[in-house]
């Protein structure tokens, strides 16, 4: 079945150091995917998303690009800030509908 | 617009009852899904309904259930509580699922179960 695969938690790092999570996923045909963030105590909220091999999501300073040949979607920021802290999820969705296959999660600390 | 609406955002049950949390989709959004988090499992899918008929359906037993009213709110009722149901059940809306180029899933806060 689908799944994804993220690295690792939880992350810290300094005020406007780079940041790269990264992200892997296995599906039969070709699925769309998201990255959403979670603060604390609150629900998930799409950060961005790409739905074909080769697009670049962005917002709000965070990039993703889809990579099929590497079956892979890391999520960059070239300069994080404090207010960035947060659970950062890694998702796909093959079928039709909104069925999301969600990764483990990464917690990012940033310290001023 | 209001963003999706989940009610009650806590509550605390016994083990053996039942409970029913509420969603309240963002208006014209015909997609309603379920996901349950837990530190253990992560974010696990439960089902999804779309146009009051359940579209997709999570590996969950059938203690858990769902349903969608013709105003597309929706409602999910576990029976039966066990320790294991504490968690937080996250309701999410979409004009029309994931796969739609340009839609986009939105989560309400989600409610905290707690079963004792």
């Known amino acids: 079945g689908d799944s994804v695969t993220q690295m690792e938690g939880p992350v810290t790092l300094s005020e406007e150091a780079f940041l790269t999570i990264n992200c892997t996923y296995t599906?039969?045909?070709?699925?769309?995917l998201f990255w959403y963030v979670q603060y604390p105590g609150e629900g998930l909220q799409l950060l961005l998303k790409?739905?074909?091999?080769?697009d670049k999501g962005s917002n709000k300073g965070f990039e993703a690009t889809y990579r099929k040949e590497t079956t892979s979607f890391h999520l960059e920021k070239g300069s994080v800030q404090v207010s960035d802290s947060a659970v950062y999820f890694c998702?796909?969705?093959?079928?039709?509908?909104?069925?999301?296959?969600f990764g483990e999660g990464t917690q990012l600390t940033v310290n001023p | 617009k209001a963003g999706v609406t989940q009610t009650p955002r806590y509550l605390i049950k016994t083990r053996g009852q039942q409970v029913t949390l509420s969603c309240s989709p963002i208006s014209g959004h015909r997609s309603v899904s379920w996901y349950q988090q837990t530190p253990g499992q992560g974010l696990q899918f439960l089902f999804e309904?779309?146009?009051?008929?359940?579209?997709n359906k999570g590996n969950f037993p059938g203690r858990f259930s769902g349903r969608q009213f013709s105003n597309s709110r929706s409602e999910m009722n576990v029976s039966t509580l066990e320790l294991g149901d504490s968690a937080l059940y996250l309701c999410a809306s979409s004009l029309d699922g994931a796969r739609i180029s340009g839609n986009t899933i939105y989560f309400g806060e989600g409610s905290w179960l707690t079963v004792v």
């Open positions: 599906a039969t045909g070709y699925p769309s």
């Open positions: 998702a796909l969705s093959e079928t039709s509908g909104s069925r999301l296959t």
């Open positions: 790409a739905t074909k091999a080769d």
């Open positions: 309904y779309f146009s009051e008929t359940q579209r």
